[in-house]
Structure formats: C-alpha cells, structure tokens
C-alpha cells in the first residue's frame, strides 16, 4: 500500500498539469492558460462548450477569438510554468451584447514522463467577477466634502435648526461654567448678595 501511495506521489510530481482560467483586470478580461506542473506537456488541444465568443469578434479586420491559432489547434509543446495570456473582453460591452458568461472547457494532452494521455474537464465563468463595482473617490470629492462639513459646523456654531449637535469651542465651555457657577451662588447667597449674581447672569443673557 504504502509503494502504492508512493508511486502515485512521485506521478503527480513528474506530470504537466495544464489550467486555463479568467484574469479580470477592472474591465479588461484576459484567458490566461498556463501549464502549473514540473514537465513538459506535449499536443494540447481546448474544446469549449458553446464556442467562445467575443464582443471584439464584431470588428472589422479581426479574426474571431475562437480561431486564434492557440484556442484553435493548440499548442504542440508546453513546458512547465509557461503561461499564455488572451485579450479576451471587455466586461461592460459583453454584459450589454448578452453574450455567455460560462464554458465548459475540456483540455487534452499527453505527458512524456508517465507516458500517459491527460483528458480534464474545468469551468470557465465569468460571474463571480461581476459584482458592484467600487467607486474611487478623487481630490475633487475630498475637497467637496470638507466644504460640505465646513458648512455645517459653521451654521451649528451659529446655533441653526440645521444640525442637532452644537459645537462648542474652549471659550464657549468657559462661559457655561461660569453661568452655571453664577446660577447656583444666585440661588445660595443671601438676598443681600444674590441680587448681584442675578445682575451678572443678565448681563450675560442667561437670566
């Protein structure tokens, strides 16, 4: 058993191993194909289930995507960590002409080493990567929105109906404790003397 397992271990690290996938840069799509194993892969083909299609197949003087050469025919020898990279879209404008977002991709390939034929079936889709994009905010909206927050601490300092919250500088914190302490003296002190904390807090418009 454990000769078995060993020999399984020493195919897997000895063989090609082909992956084609998406590379979604914003709104460029790429197919990136590369071979991940440590050796040689050799006759590789690509069947896609429907065949591939793209929004730059329309314009004029350009050979459709699934004619070029590579997707076509294949590639007769693929050495280990080779990758090949396809312009293959642009998201806004595929979305807008409804064309398919998954394939069924089957890959085959012979690797010397095992002496062995590979046939492997993969998905390739595209809808993960269409989710809401995040807009990037520029000095332009930084300054507007500091303009805006200026505004309104401004009419809060002024004591407007716009904002719940006053803001309220050192002086002004003084002047509150100082109307507070002159509120509780003009409630404590003897009629003598609490006539002149009244006249105080008047002056200062809190009576």
């Given at each position: 058993m454990a000769a078995f397992v060993a020999r399984r271990q020493?195919?897997?690290?000895?063989?090609?191993?082909?992956?084609?996938?998406f590379i979604v840069q914003q709104t460029l799509i790429?197919?990136?194909?590369?071979?991940?194993?440590?050796?040689?892969?050799?006759?590789?083909?690509?069947?896609f289930d429907p065949p591939l299609k793209s929004s730059f197949d329309e314009q004029p003087n350009r050979k459709p995507l699934g004619a070029a050469a590579l997707l076509a025919h294949g590639v007769a020898a693929f050495p280990p960590t080779k990758e090949y990279r396809v312009l293959f879209d642009?998201?806004?404008t595929r979305i807008e002409?409804?064309?398919?977002?998954?394939?069924?991709?089957?890959?085959?390939?012979d690797a010397e080493p095992v002496r062995q034929t590979f046939t492997e079936t993969t998905l390739l889709d595209l809808t993960p990567y269409y989710v809401?994009?995040?807009?990037?905010?520029?000095?332009?909206?930084v300054h507007k929105r500091l303009s805006e927050i200026s505004t309104e601490v401004?009419?809060?300092?002024q004591g407007g109906t716009s904002g719940a919250v006053r803001v309220m500088t050192p002086r002004d914190v003084?002047?509150?404790w100082a109307i507070g302490d002159l509120r509780h003296l003009a409630q404590v002190a003897p009629?003598?003397?609490?006539?002149f904390y009244r006249l105080r807090l008047r002056l200062m418009g809190a009576w």
């Open positions: 020493l195919r897997a690290q000895i063989r090609p191993f082909i992956v084609i996938d790429e197919l990136s194909i590369k071979n991940i194993g440590n050796t040689m892969a050799r006759n590789v083909r690509f069947n642009q998201a806004p002409k409804h064309l398919p977002d998954r394939y069924d991709v089957t890959i085959t390939y809401p994009s995040i807009r990037r905010y520029d000095l332009s909206d401004r009419k809060w300092r003084r002047r509150e009629r003598s003397r609490g006539w």
